[in-house]
């Protein structure tokens, strides 16, 4: 059974930095996408950014610039570094896993808490 476990949630003030890491129990390169996700209360789960298999990048408009996903193969682990972090970056942020061909499954950590105080 494929796990994927998210950690580095904290709380920083705004400005600040954080990295969060999402540890896979497989090689990342079993799956066709990694991403970030976020979810603040009251509100649906946003994709914020994403790594493909050939580690081309994508970034949602809001976290462009600010934010960095990364993998490292070796550690089956992909990261996401945050800077200038603003208050409304305060989310539960997941990590998500795509694998498979004719049939796609998604695979979801439980989740870390980000907490941007002003």
């Known amino acids: 059974q494929v796990q994927l476990v998210e950690s580095g949630g904290g709380l920083v003030q705004a400005g600040g930095s954080l990295r969060l890491s999402c540890a896979a129990s497989?090689?990342?390169?079993?799956?066709?996408?990694m991403a970030w996700y976020r979810q603040a209360p009251g509100k649906q789960r946003d994709l914020v950014a994403s790594?493909?298999?050939?580690?081309?990048?994508n970034y949602v408009n809001s976290v462009t610039g600010r934010f960095t996903i990364s993998r490292d193969i070796a550690k089956n682990t992909v990261y996401l570094q945050m800077n200038s972090l603003k208050p409304e970056d305060t989310a539960v942020y997941y990590c998500?896993?795509?694998?498979?061909?004719?049939?796609?499954?998604?695979?979801w950590g439980q989740g870390t808490q980000v907490t941007v105080s002003s």
């Open positions: 790594i493909i298999s050939s580690g081309a990048t």
């Open positions: 497989r090689s990342i390169f079993s799956f066709n996408a």
């Open positions: 998500k896993g795509v694998a498979g061909q004719r049939t796609l499954t998604d695979y």
